[in-house]
């Protein structure tokens, strides 16, 4: 049985359907294939639902960051091409070969390690090669890449399925980088067309690259922000279309009157300056609702502050503005209510962060409900 948000006191709401339809435009206006990125629990959106959803909006690809990670996709029955971006130690090498898991490659000796374990259990482990063209993160350097494919193909435990790249900057107006970026890259992928040696599946654009440099894409996009509806940046709104997947409510459980004077919450940081009424909701810094000042909800269509220091598990908020609110109303800390609208972007900003960060840290004890 799903459950309800009657049984809830803090929740998430995931619109699946949102995440079938941003898959959708993505598709119609790159006409490429779509690898659906839902590492980190599909950004905090549950991995196998948003995974489903990806799929039914025709993702042809999912990726994540750890093996963890895909082994749960292919226990859940989901059957689609699955890569890995970061490091998996040889020692799951026969998990991932015989799940059909891709693995990523920018380093000799850890291929070399990759191959000894392929062939030791009888399997090929399909692999992408990963080239740093100005990330600084992963990946073998442009000069690198073309002897490193040589020398995989001499390595029989080894498919080379793929060869990709990374952008760091494809959100900002500062596109100089990124064109720097595509233009190592192509060129690595020209050399490796002369030699015969180019893998089925050439990819580079995140979902920021998707949007503004989709001349990049090659063979397939790796979209993971905007599957969600939140766009790489606050200086990249989303086009049209995109609709944001989650939402974050929460129930009223407490109302209070108190006399001028009173402290609120751990150090009094609030203090009522009348007579107040404080409302309880059950959502605090364990949820993923930073504990700085700031934070607003919205009740009866209404934008109330948050008062006082966020708890672990609670925090309190001041309801001069709503008079009649009563225990069991619904609070919304991300997303719609009567017409206003608090986003991920806006917390993000308020906390000093990026969206991404705010939807990833939404805990594990948040029930997520599903709504299609
Ligand atoms: C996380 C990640 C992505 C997705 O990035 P978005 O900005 O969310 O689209 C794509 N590729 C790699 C290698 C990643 O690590």
């Known amino acids: 049985m799903p459950i309800s948000t009657d049984e809830c006191t803090a929740w998430l709401e995931i619109d699946l359907g949102a995440i079938q339809n941003n898959i959708r435009l993505l598709r119609q206006k790159l006409s490429k294939p779509v690898m659906a990125v839902v590492k980190a629990n599909a950004f905090g959106h549950g991995i196998i639902p948003s995974s489903k959803a990806a799929l039914a909006g025709n993702a042809e690809w999912l990726g994540v960051a750890r093996i963890e ?77 073309v002897d490193f494919l040589h020398t995989l193909t001499g390595m029989k435990g080894l498919e080379i399925e793929g060869i990709f790249t990374h952008f760091a900057r494809a959100d900002e107006p500062e596109q100089q980088t990124t064109q720097e970026q595509i233009n190592r890259f192509t060129n690595i992928i020209w050399e490796i067309e002369k030699m015969g040696l180019r893998p089925p599946w050439v990819h580079a654009d995140n979902s920021a690259g998707s949007l503004n440099f989709p001349q990049a894409s090659h063979d397939l996009i790796r979209t993971g922000i905007v599957v969600y509806g939140l766009s790489p940046s606050s200086k990249n709104p989303l086009p049209d279309g995109y609709r944001a997947a989650l939402a974050f409510k929460a129930k009223l459980v407490s109302i209070k ?57 609670q925090c309190m908020i001041q309801l001069e503005k709503v008079p009649d609110a009563q225990i069991g109303d619904e609070v919304v800390l991300i997303g719609q209510q009567n017409g206003d609208k608090i986003t991920a972007d806006d917390l993000a900003e308020l906390w000093g962060t990026i969206n991404y960060e705010v939807v990833c840290n939404m805990a594990a004890r948040l029930p997520r409900i599903y709504i299609e």
């Open 69 to 145: 990670e895909a082994l749960q996709l292919r226990e859940a029955g989901i059957q689609v091409p699955v890569l890995v971006f970061g490091y998996t130690a040889p020692c799951k090498v026969k998990d991932a070969a015989g799940n059909s898991i891709r693995l990523t490659v920018y380093d000799r000796s850890i291929a070399q390690a990759y191959n000894e374990e392929a062939l030791r259990c009888g399997a090929v482990l399909k692999v992408h090669v990963k080239v740093d063209t100005g990330m600084g993160r992963l990946g073998l350097f442009p000069d690198q890449a």
């Open 257 to 313: 009157e108190f006399p001028p004077g009173s402290g609120i919450s751990y150090s009094h940081r609030y203090v009522t300056y009348k007579t107040e009424k404080i409302g309880v909701i059950p959502v605090g810094y364990a949820d993923g609702l930073r504990r700085v000042s700031g934070n607003e909800v919205l009740i009866r269509g209404v934008r109330v502050p948050v008062v006082g220091n966020v708890c672990m598990d």
